[in-house]
């Protein structure tokens, strides 16, 4: 059975800091994704990344940047000099091949970054 | 291009009415899910359908849901009689070609109060 992890209930810090979402995920199978989506206050779900089990390439795009390691099933997000719009809810989502279609979500990690 | 269009955005209602919400999924997706989302349960997925058929139900709560989706352009997701402990916010999101890999993309949720 697939599962995430997000043990990270809430994160709090303060504009410009550097802070990394934790994911770790459970999966049987050999070919599977994951996802990171936010969901900012005003309440939409909106896809950030995909990655799959074949790329662990880590991937930076402006402030943003993920870490992928399968050796201990975490795919990790960190956001560098956190700014205030980058308060919102974060989850993670893992897809398993053997079961398509189907996205198991981790809990979200709430984060707030004060001015 | 048109995201996930959900109606209605808000919905208010007496316990034991009937309430449906809709969904109309981006062109060309074949993958279509509804969720629901609360504080106490965080994001659940009821409902995917792949091709307008439905693939798993098995997160439905009870009998008093159902869902359809006569065509590829339309989703209904019925509660009757609603209660309560249904007041949540419900997504419904879409996706393309092989659920397993891409991402889903959400309509902007309907926030539903049952008094």
């Known amino acids: 059975a697939q599962k995430v992890t997000q043990a990270q209930t809430e994160i709090s810090v303060v504009e410009k800091e550097d802070v990394t979402l934790d994911c770790v995920y459970e999966?049987?199978?050999?070919?599977?994704?994951l996802f990171w989506y936010k969901q900012p206050p005003s309440g939409e779900l909106v896809f950030l990344i995909r990655?799959?089990?074949?790329?662990?390439q880590n991937e930076i795009s402006g402030r943003y940047s993920w870490n992928f390691q399968k050796s201990t099933s975490s795919f990790n997000f960190t956001i560098t000099a956190s700014q205030v719009v980058d308060s919102a809810v974060y989850f993670c989502?893992?897809?398993?091949?053997?079961?398509?279609?189907?996205?198991?979500f981790g809990d979200g990690t709430t984060l707030t970054v004060k001015p | 291009d048109a995201g996930v269009i959900q109606s209605p955005r808000h919905e208010v209602t007496e316990m034991g009415q009937e309430v449906t919400l809709r969904c109309k999924p981006i062109s060309g997706h074949d993958y279509l899910f509804w969720y629901r989302q609360t504080m106490m349960r965080g994001l659940e997925l009821l409902i995917y359908?792949?091709?307008?058929?439905?693939i798993d139900d098995s997160g439905m709560p009870e009998d008093r849901f159902s869902a359809k989706m006569p065509n590829a352009s339309f989703s209904t997701l019925k509660i009757q009689p609603s209660e309560p402990r249904d007041s949540a916010v419900y997504f419904c999101?879409?996706?393309w070609g092989g659920g397993e890999s891409q991402p889903q993309h959400f309509g902007d949720g309907t926030r539903l109060s049952i008094l």
């Open positions: 999966t049987r199978d050999t070919t599977y994704y």
């Open positions: 990655r799959n089990s074949f790329d662990e």
């Open positions: 359908f792949n091709n307008n058929v439905p």
């Open positions: 989502a893992l897809s398993e091949y053997t079961n398509a279609g189907k996205s198991t």
């Open positions: 999101a879409s996706s």
